[in-house]
């Protein structure tokens, strides 16, 4: 008997002659009256109202990946430091694991709910380390049964490939056909090598290779309802790249020189050195923009301007890629169009905001240094090849349209990436690709092609954050700006796998039971049962009264309180 209720019980002046010579009988009627435990509404009792489920909600961070990556899985890996196991998780969905952890945006981490607590995970430089560590270790995909069943895929960039992986690892035979030298597309001819390196791409599209996936490259599809009928092909992808450059009329004097951005990208990727002069305006405010501009200094130009019409809030490149480039020493002009082009001067226009927002023009003007003129307004994807499809329909401005399982209107003929409309990321590319190589794979075998509904997200709200302690992001090694634009060289770099395996660690496991064992140690009713390492738990209802410690201790949300059925 503890010493408090011992204290009570010996010095009560209402004892009962009844208990016996030197009996001591407490007397309760100073203390609260017991509830009626009967009619229990929100928390325990006899009669249970509501019990505990064990539930799996949907991660932030999965939800918000272009590329449909089971993001939250891959990291626990990773934080147990089963690496292979952690990159056979991730290529499940995405198979250019180390080129995305290089050129993905990562809208996952604008969405990981660990930045409400301090810094968001950085889930791209996990992705990178594995991705490498792939690259370096030689780790392969398993090639499955054949189905007997071929697959045409037209454009080798990023949609196409990851079409071809999937279709590949489905049983399907591929054959990717290109207009291009080598295969990559936009991520060959498009994304400079400081922020991919060649090595990095021509490891990962080796890989796929290795599937069995055919490359015909050097090969420009100009009629797409013959060659499917000459090649004997059951179903077609078709993801070709946006790489024709929007034009404008602007008056330019015979020996200027203005080039496009998408031309002179690839020119620099092939290994050409344009000629372009001390100074070099771009015009334009996209993420080609920002390469074009970072791509000049690096060839020598001192001077390097970006012209933009609005301003740095309404400008659509990526907010790194902007002050990746300004840190190199390139200047934006906001609320600038180009009027004239008279080589070495550049005439610009001054625009202002208007009550609404748009830019319009003052009449004011400016004159620019510019030995080169660098148009990145934008691309259009290139579709007149599809045209002798029946049904295929298309939008103004080519790209074409598809239904929900990303077929167009001919059977057996799907597309993605620039091809249809939407947003023109590596990332988004990737995403199409796996969907519409499972929506082949069920319409090859008849098959509806549906999914299951996904799971509610869990919200950072619903997190029981005393758990969790603080945890700083760990940073990428950078080159310094003076040194970048000397070279080519990787501006970033990764992760030692100690860095990795503590990023992967600052995870939440929003959601997803991670196996604390915080349930089992709170429940006053030894109620909750461990099924062992990795199978997690069980309710033993015939104990539980639902009281709701389990809920309450649970960091993660993976407990959920529902009605007792009746």
């Known amino acids: 008997m503890s010493g408090i209720y011992a204290g009570q019980m010996a010095g009560d002046e209402h004892a009962s002659s009844e208990a016996g010579p030197g009996a001591v009988v407490p007397s309760f009627s100073d203390l609260t009256a017991l509830p009626d435990l009967s009619h229990d509404r929100a928390r325990a009792g006899p009669v249970r109202e509501r019990r505990p489920v064990y539930v799996d909600l949907l991660p932030p961070c999965n939800a918000g990946c272009p590329a449909g990556e089971n993001i939250q899985a891959w990291l626990a890996h990773a934080a147990a430091g089963r690496h292979e196991q952690a990159w056979r998780q991730l290529v499940a969905d995405n198979p250019l694991a180390a080129i995305h952890g290089r050129v993905c945006y990562h809208p996952c981490e604008n969405v990981c709910n660990r930045g409400h607590l301090d810094s968001s995970v950085s889930i791209h430089s996990v992705e990178r380390f594995l ?189 790194q890629e902007a002050e990746d480039a300004e840190r190199e020493g390139v200047r934006i002009n906001w609320l600038r169009t180009v009027n004239a082009f008279d080589g070495p001067e550049l005439r610009v226009e001054v625009m202002e905001l208007d009550e609404s927002g748009y830019p319009r023009p003052t009449g004011r003007f400016e004159t620019l240094a510019a030995d080169t003129l660098i148009m990145a307004l934008g691309q259009v994807t290139e579709s007149a090849f599809m045209r002798t499809l029946p049904g295929v329909q298309f939008d103004g401005d080519g790209s074409v349209r598809v239904t929900e399982s990303m077929m167009t209107g001919c059977p057996g003929v799907f597309a993605g990436g620039d091809m249809v409309p939407g947003e023109r990321t590596v990332t988004v590319g990737v995403g199409h690709g796996k969907r519409a190589a499972r929506n082949i794979d ?45 070279n080519f060289r990787e501006v970033v770099g990764g992760l030692t796998a100690e860095q990795a395996t503590y990023e992967a660690n600052r995870c939440l496991s929003c959601g997803n039971c991670f196996e604390c064992d915080g349930c089992l140690g709170a429940c006053p009713e030894n109620a909750v049962i461990k099924l062992g390492m990795g199978h997690r738990y069980k309710f033993d209802y015939d104990k539980c009264t639902g009281c709701a410690v389990c809920f309450d201790q649970c960091p993660v949300h993976a407990i959920e309180m529902f009605p007792e059925p009746r």
């Open 442 to 486: 069920a319409w090859l075998r008849g098959d509806s092609g549906l999914r299951p509904a996904k799971h509610p997200t869990a919200t950072f709200d619903a997190l029981h954050l005393w758990y969790f302690g603080d945890a700083a992001r760990r940073r990428q090694p950078e080159l310094e700006p003076a040194a970048r634009v000397e």
């Open 131 to 319: 991705g490498d560590l792939a690259c370096e270790r030689g780790w392969r995909f398993e090639a499955p049964a054949p189905t007997g069943k071929r697959v045409l895929v037209v454009g080798a960039g990023p949609s196409g490939l990851s079409a071809a992986y999937h279709l590949a690892r489905l049983g399907h035979q591929v054959e990717v056909r290109d207009a291009g030298a080598a295969p990559g597309g936009m991520m060959r001819y498009g994304i400079p090598s400081y922020r991919l390196p060649r090595e990095v791409l021509d490891a990962e599209l080796d890989r796929i290779a290795a599937m069995g996936v055919v490359f015909t490259c050097g090969h420009r599809v100009e009629d797409l309802a013959a060659e499917r009928d000459e090649g004997d092909f059951d179903a077609v992808f078709v993801a070709v790249g946006a790489h024709l450059a929007k034009r404008v009329d602007i008056p330019v004097r015979d020996a200027a020189t203005m080039v496009d951005a998408v031309s002179f990208l690839r020119d620099v990727a092939s290994g050409e050195s344009p000629a372009i002069g001390k100074h070099v305006a771009v015009y334009g405010g996209g993420n080609t923009a920002m390469d074009a501009a970072r791509v000049a200094r690096r060839l020598g130009a001192q001077d390097a301007v970006i012209v933009y019409r609005r301003t740095r809030v309404q400008m659509p490149a990526h907010e």
